[in-house]
């Protein structure tokens, strides 16, 4: 019987991002295209006769409110089972980033208790799941590059790309989702996203022209709020990034880069010239297919 289980939980950028407008629910209609990111957290699962949740990072709650400990409370509950695990969260992710650290782990902590806890779920019960804990976590729970609409929790998996290099610039501020949602206003975009050039781009294998397509609504946003956001994306390209965007609702800037010295390059003129914390990873494709 397994005991003790591992999982990588990967984080995710948009590679673009459009509102469609409000739903009765409160949610937003949007469609995204969601790429995961080899940069990921560790997840240690180990059989336990309660749930408990231990953290290396002192800034993230500890206790039920910690979406990897909500993801196994409601499997427990769905599922009727009176199983326990350790919870061990080694964080690699930067939190609060629009890089969906928390939907990533508690996609894993799902994946990886239908192991421990032999439970039989199907990957569409799973997703069902996941969306009743946060509209991104049925995208983390697929990974490689995906559609994402309706509020975000339905995919539609895409072709994988050849993997890219990519740096990741996080201002040292805190954003939170819900509040970039609450203070988007469509009057105030200049520039949509062209969701269907850029599938069909992707279609195609084709890096360059996805990299001049990145559009995110949710910038006029937040960069309002984090100038510098705005003044990262002109530092990457500069130096000689393909293109740059921020991911989800911010505040982290991504760009991709044709190869890995370039970013390199990139990462340490952006350490040297701007107050951020900068991380050098890679796309990653879709691990089962
Ligand atoms: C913006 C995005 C883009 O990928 O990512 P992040 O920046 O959080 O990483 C996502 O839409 C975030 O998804 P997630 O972080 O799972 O959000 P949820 O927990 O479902 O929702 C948090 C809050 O954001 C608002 N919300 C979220 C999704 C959506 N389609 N419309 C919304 O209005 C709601 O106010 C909701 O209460
Ligand atoms: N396992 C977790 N990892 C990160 N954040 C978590 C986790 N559980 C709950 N949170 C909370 O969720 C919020 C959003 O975190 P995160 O998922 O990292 O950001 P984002 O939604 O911007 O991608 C944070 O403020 C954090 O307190």
């Given at each position: 019987?397994?005991?003790?289980?591992?999982?990588?939980a990967?984080?995710?950028?948009?590679?673009?991002?459009d509102?469609?407008?409000?739903?009765?629910d409160?949610?937003h209609?949007?469609?995204?295209i969601?790429?995961?990111?080899?940069?990921?957290d560790?997840?240690?699962?180990?059989?336990?006769d309660?749930?408990?949740?231990?953290?290396d990072?002192?800034r993230?709650?500890?206790?039920?409110?910690n979406?990897?400990y909500?993801?196994?409370?409601?499997?427990?509950?769905?599922c009727?089972?009176?199983?326990?695990?350790h919870?061990r969260?080694?964080?690699?992710i930067?939190?609060?980033?629009g890089?969906?650290?928390?939907?990533?782990?508690?996609?894993?902590v799902?994946?990886?208790?239908?192991q421990?806890w032999?439970?039989?779920?199907?990957?569409?019960?799973l997703s069902?799941?996941?969306?009743s804990?946060?509209?991104?976590?049925?995208?983390?729970?697929?990974?490689?590059t995906?559609?994402?609409?309706?509020?975000?929790?339905?995919?539609?998996?895409l072709q994988?790309?050849?993997?890219?290099?990519?740096?990741l610039?996080?201002?040292p501020v805190?954003?939170?989702?819900?509040?970039v949602?609450?203070?988007?206003?469509?009057e105030?975009?200049?520039?949509?996203?062209?969701?269907?050039?850029?599938?069909?781009?992707?279609?195609?294998?084709?890096?360059?022209?996805?990299?001049?397509s990145?559009?995110?609504?949710?910038?006029?946003?937040?960069?309002?709020?984090?100038?510098?956001?705005?003044?990262?994306?002109?530092?990457?390209l500069n130096a000689?990034?393909?293109?740059?965007?921020?991911?989800?609702?911010?505040?982290t800037?991504?760009?991709?880069a044709?190869?890995?010295?370039t970013?390199?390059?990139?990462?340490?003129?952006?350490?040297?010239?701007c107050?951020?914390?900068?991380?050098?990873?890679?796309?990653s494709q879709?691990?089962t297919?």
């Amino acid at each position: 019987m397994v005991q003790t289980l591992t999982i990588s939980a990967r984080a995710k950028i948009n590679l673009t991002l459009d509102v469609l407008g409000k739903r009765p629910d409160g949610y937003h209609e949007v469609a995204m295209i969601m790429q995961t990111l080899e940069l990921a957290d560790l997840v240690h699962l180990r059989q336990a006769d309660s749930i408990l949740i231990e953290t290396d990072n002192p800034r993230l709650p500890g206790d039920e409110s910690n979406l990897a400990y909500r993801a196994a409370a409601l499997l427990r509950r769905e599922c009727g089972v009176d199983h326990g695990v350790h919870i061990r969260l080694e964080k690699k992710i930067p939190m609060a980033a629009g890089l969906a650290g928390g939907s990533s782990d508690a996609a894993a902590v799902l994946k990886g208790l239908v192991q421990l806890w032999k439970l039989p779920l199907t990957p569409e019960d799973l997703s069902r799941l996941g969306a009743s804990l946060g509209s991104d976590v049925p995208f983390c729970l697929y990974g490689g590059t995906a559609l994402a609409t309706g509020r975000g929790e339905v995919i539609t998996q895409l072709q994988d790309l050849p993997s890219r290099p990519v740096v990741l610039a996080k201002p040292p501020v805190d954003v939170a989702t819900a509040s970039v949602y609450k203070g988007y206003r469509p009057e105030a975009v200049v520039v949509h996203p062209d969701t269907q050039s850029v599938l069909t781009a992707i279609s195609q294998g084709n890096w360059h022209k996805v990299e001049q397509s990145l559009v995110n609504v949710l910038e006029s946003v937040t960069v309002n709020e984090h100038p510098q956001i705005a003044i990262i994306k002109a530092m990457m390209l500069n130096a000689g990034a393909t293109g740059s965007l921020m991911s989800g609702s911010g505040p982290t800037v991504f760009c991709l880069a044709e190869n890995d010295d370039t970013a390199q390059q990139i990462a340490q003129r952006l350490t040297q010239e701007c107050k951020a914390e900068v991380i050098v990873t890679r796309t990653s494709q879709r691990e089962t297919k």
